[in-house]
């Protein structure tokens, strides 16, 4: 059984630039999280994807958006970065939308210059 | 509302036990986790609790739930220095999608 996986590991980016990070889910998931860690803080929720749309979703601005794919892999966009968007990016995954297990992968740092 | 608060650091010495306390503060949370991170790694599942039950034990591992009081806790026996990590302690709250409140995290420092 593979676990999550995140691409790349880390990334380096320009402020006003748009990022595309992406996320594999566990076999057998088909629920895909995503979470921003800035530095020195715990993770916050950013959207949750089931069947390839937004089911839920924190408080974030529109220019953080996300896909999901038929396999159930995800990506999430953020355009018109800011300084701010600098942190630990995290996916999670799990069995079913809600009430069960998140799994989550090692992150992509990211870094807005 | 939604909060889950731990205080920030604990040192303790090698083969002592540990304990890290959380609160939270939405009662209708179904699960509570307990999550470690090590230095430049992604969060690792170390236990959780259904929120209706009281005590779970795994190992060395062994979280207490106060439900009344809101209150989490996990209890790792004969601490290590590979213990030496971040602790987030996070709700899963009840609804129609997955959303996972994380606490700031919990330090854990442990003197060889």
């Known amino acids: 059984e593979t676990g999550v996986t995140q691409s790349p590991t880390h990334l380096i980016k320009t402020r006003g630039q748009q990022v595309t990070l992406r996320c594999s889910s566990q076999?057998?998931?088909?629920?895909v999280s995503w979470y921003q860690q800035a530095l020195g803080q715990g993770p916050q929720f950013i959207f949750q994807y089931y069947r390839e749309e937004e089911n839920g979703r924190g408080n974030f601005p529109p220019r953080f958006s996300g896909l999901q794919f038929p396999n159930y892999s995800s990506e999430l966009n953020v355009n018109a970065l800011e300084l701010d968007d600098s942190a630990l990016y995290l996916c999670?995954?799990?069995?079913?939308?809600?009430?069960?297990?998140?799994?989550f992968g090692q992150g992509t740092r990211l870094t807005v210059v | 509302g939604e909060d889950v608060e731990q205080s920030l650091f604990l040192s303790v010495r090698e083969g002592d036990s540990s304990v890290i306390n959380c609160t939270y503060t939405d009662s209708s949370s179904t699960y509570l986790y307990w999550y470690k991170q090590e230095p430049g790694a992604g969060l690792q599942l170390l236990t959780y609790?259904?929120?209706?039950?009281d005590m779970k034990q795994d190992q060395r591992l062994t979280v207490l739930l106060n439900k009344k009081d809101k209150h989490l806790s996990l209890r790792i026996a004969d601490t290590q220095t590979g213990d030496s990590a971040i602790y987030f302690c996070?709700?899963?709250?009840?609804?129609?999608?997955?959303?996972?409140?994380f606490g700031t995290g919990t330090k854990l420092q442990v003197i060889p």
């Open positions: 076999s057998g998931h088909n629920t």
């Open positions: 609790i259904f929120s209706n039950m």
């Open positions: 996070a709700e899963n709250l009840s609804g129609g999608y997955q959303k996972v409140t």
């Open positions: 999670a995954s799990s069995r079913q939308t809600a009430n069960t297990e998140a799994f």
